[in-house]
């Protein structure tokens, strides 16, 4: 589990060293974000005596900002196919908005995520990892995500793109028009 700790460490480093800007963040809004991901890669244990197994999956994110602008926190729900099975795999995520990509005229196109995760699986997985993402103009995300299964001894390396069921919400008045 040092490799969980070490992922805990760096998200909470992070979180305090962050400077936050001045102008108000449209990202990590306080408000309910669901995606639906599609994900592919493979199963590794690094040896050369076993192959890499294909590995894809389809699943639901759903997400809230504790820390607005800054932290989402969310859980897993996913379908995987792998080692000729299909099981399923569930538990929570930590996505820490790292830097935002802006424009001179027209805002922001996206952000940069760092991933945290851990979860369990219908097939006995016990993983935990992270990854790198990068949100598009708050519709849609392709990442980059590495778990490591401790029941299995072995490496989950998947790629995956995701786009916003919904979208979060302006949390405006409705009387300051």
């Known amino acids: 589990m040092n490799t969980c700790k070490i992922l805990m ?8 060293v962050h400077g936050r800007s001045q102008q108000a963040e449209t990202e990590f809004t306080e408000s309910w974000l669901i995606t639906a991901k599609l994900g592919s890669g493979i199963n590794t244990n690094f040896r ?17 900002a504790v820390v607005k602008g800054l932290l989402r926190v969310g859980a897993n729900a996913a379908a995987i196919y792998t080692d000729k099975k299909m099981s399923g795999l569930f538990g929570p995520t930590l996505a820490y908005r790292i830097k935002t990509f802006k424009t001179e005229n027209f805002g922001s196109i996206g952000n940069l995520q760092l991933l945290a995760e851990a979860n369990w699986g219908t097939n006995l997985q016990q993983m935990a990892g992270g990854g790198l993402a990068v949100e598009l103009l708050s519709l849609a995300q392709i990442g980059l995500s590495v778990q490591r299964d401790y029941k299995q001894n ?22 300051s028009r």
């Open 9 to 16: 460490t760096l998200a909470f480093t992070c979180m305090a």
């Open 48 to 64: 050369s005596g076993r192959p890499d197994l294909y590995v894809g999956s389809v699943g639901l994110n759903p997400q809230f």
């Open 154 to 175: 072995n490496w989950w390396l998947q790629t995956y793109i995701a786009i916003h069921l919904k979208k979060p919400s302006s949390q405006t008045d409705r009387y």
